[in-house]
């Protein structure tokens, strides 16, 4: 069972590491998803074999027995973090589709200014993005900003 | 020594958060809120300091479960020392928010931002338990991401989410390494980690360390793990850029200080090769960060470059993992959060006088603004390191210290750097404070001001420069104050003794 666990575990964190290195928000986010779900598994697999819940009804059994509760709740703390995180990544993907009809995550324009320096010595003409890829959308009419 | 005091810097910014949320759009008292809450918590940062050094480790046990059981609170002189300069820093901080026009007073949820901001940040320095470090982080990290895209501006937006996912990565790596120590020795509460990490295998402690390292490098922006840092730092408000730049990164390098010395000292189980490593890591983080200070053209984005550069300095002198190192880097600490914060509230003064912070697009304000002029000089001087300013004291007794353990090389890169940045000030010195403007500032520049700026803004600057003054008039008694801490860093026992008291097997 835990080497089912702890296989399950690798392939979030393998499919979340991709899904990180990808240039859309949406697809980070579930990047994000997936490799929190793998860390949180880690997390309650760390807690030992499975046993009965650790909830005494009156009589006191033989600790082994019992399922290790600090893991569980570690791991519930982290699901609400990354709820809370995630719902505020979507949020910021939203709003980044508001203003350039796009979630890409952009280069950092003064590091372009920086890079481009020791080409052009003259005014700074309108930077160039550089990535064909700039939107799945066409700006429409009535749109464009 | 038991005592409940240490509850209040974790429960009083919590409960004024909630206080700024019900008072809601009253402004005014909003404001009251959060100078009362950060002012107490001032007082009993001081106060804390005081009883640490008197009477050694102070411990409060949440729910009064004694550790390991419960999560323990535990404060050290280090832990003290950094949890009042950062409340000092908080304040006045907080005041310069007040007296610019801008998203503290077009945003209600400022306040309650800040204050969990701060609640985040005093609870990592006195937390004893490294699942509570990582909620502490959390908390500290959300409330940031919220600050850093407050407005939505498009530049703030792209800016926001490198930072929310570099941040996110940085931890779930955290949950993962919490959950292979449990995995490995039962428990989070640090000292007893300490102990029992002790038992197991050198490879495998040896890749807990790494795995720590590289989660709070991240935080701290170390080589070569800083490039999300003066991406975007620059683009948050100036007040919260100031903020992030004096204590966010710091608080990473209060956790890797404290995670190396209390879990992973190098006498035990022979971790040689981890104090090598750091300063390797120490010297490619100043070089890196120092030469990329070079490139930019932007006041804002200079400085941030430079906070890298410096935290080499004080992971060097953690490298050296001898008291005089560690007493350095911990003076190297306090008076980074204070000068780089000042430089930041500086800029923020620039950039409303002139419009932007641009050094191409600024120029003469020497002449018309003298005061922001002459409040820049001294922190940036004390960044350089020049005598007699506290940035000097501070890289004297690192340097003495690497000599005194014949670290050469690693001497010779931090003299080297602090020439660069001297360099960089300079740099920044003839682009904004001499000569003329070579393009047009983006906004217009606001020029009615006799001191260059509101006096709430100007005054709270000024309050953090004499801060950073006071640091070398008393540099005696703060340095030993931090040689003390640096010998309760690395000898543990009394911290493990403090945590576990009698419950110790």
Known sequence: MSLLLAVVAAVLFAAGTWLLLQRRLTRIVIGIGLLGHGANLLLVTSGGRAGRSPVLDGTVGDPAQYSDPLPQALALTAIVITFGVTAFLLALGYRSWQINRDDKVEDDIEDRLVSRRHRTDGPEGPIDDGDPDTSEFEVGEGQAS | ?505
């Not at chain 2, 729910?63 to 300069?85: E, K, S």
């Open chain 2, 1 to 505: 020594m038991n005592t409940p005091l240490l509850a209040v810097p974790v429960a009083a910014p919590i409960l004024g958060a909630a206080i700024t949320v019900l008072v809601g759009v009253r402004r005014e008292l909003q404001r009251v809120v959060t100078v009362a809450v950060l002012s107490v918590m001032v007082v009993v940062a001081a106060l804390l300091l005081a009883r640490v050094d008197e009477h050694g480790h102070l411990v409060a046990r949440a729910g009064g479960w004694t550790a390991p059981l419960g999560i323990t609170l535990v404060v050290d002189r280090f832990a003290a020392i950094m949890l009042l300069v950062s409340t000092i820093v908080l304040l006045i901080v907080a005041v310069y928010a007040m007296g610019q026009a801008g998203e503290e007073r077009e945003r209600v949820s400022f306040h309650p931002l800040y204050l969990v901001l701060a609640a985040g940040v005093s609870t990592s320095f006195v937390t004893g338990d490294l699942f509570n470090l990582f909620v502490a982080f959390e908390m500290m990290l959300a409330a940031s991401y919220v600050l850093i895209t407050l407005g939505g501006r498009p530049d703030q937006v792209r800016a926001g989410m490198t930072y929310v996912v570099i941040s996110l990565v940085a931890s779930t790596l955290f949950i993962t390494t919490l959950a292979l120590l449990y995995a490995a020795t039962g428990t989070v509460n640090m000292a007893d980690l300490a102990i029992r990490l002790g038992e197991v295998d050198p490879a495998l402690r040896h890749g807990f360390s790494v795995m720590l390292l590289i989660v709070f490098g991240i935080k701290a922006g170390l080589f070569p793990l800083f490039f999300w840092l003066p991406d975007s730092y620059p683009t948050a408000p100036g007040p919260v850029t100031a903020i992030f730049a004096g204590l966010l990164t710091k608080v990473g390098v209060y956790a890797i200080v404290r995670t190396q010395t209390l879990m992973f000292p190098p006498g035990r189980g022979g971790a040689d090769w981890g104090d090598d490593l750091l300063l390797w890591v120490a010297g490619a983080t100043m070089v890196v960060g120092v030469i990329g200070a070079i490139a930019q053209d932007d006041m804002k984005r200079i400085l941030a470059f430079h906070i890298i550069s410096q935290i080499g300095y004080m992971i060097m002198g953690l490298g050296l993992f001898t008291v005089a190192g560690v007493a350095a880097a911990v003076f190297y600490v306090i008076h980074h959060i204070v000068v780089k914060t000042a430089l930041f509230l500086v800029a923020g003064l620039v950039d409303r006088r002139a419009g932007t912070a641009r050094l191409s697009s600024v120029g003469g304000l020497v002449r018309t603004a003298p005061v922001i002029a002459a409040l820049f000089a001294v922190p940036a001087l004390s960044l350089a390191g020049l005598p007699p300013f506290s940035g000097f004291l501070a890289k004297f007794s690192l340097t003495d210290a690497g000599l005194a353990s014949s670290s050469h090389a690693i001497v010779a890169v931090g003299l080297a750097v602090g020439l660069f940045t001297l360099f960089s000030m300079t740099k920044i010195w003839t682009g904004v404070f001499w000569g003329d403007p070579d393009t047009a500032p983006e906004r217009a520049p606001q020029t009615g001001d006799r001191f260059g700026g509101p006096l709430p803004m100007v005054l709270a600057t000024l309050c953090l420069v004499v801060v950073s003054v006071g640091f070398s008039l008393w540099a005696g008694p703060i340095h030993e104050l931090s040689q003390r801490a640096a010998v309760d860093l690395l000898d543990s026992t009394g911290y493990i003794e403090a945590v576990l008291g009698g419950a110790a097997p």
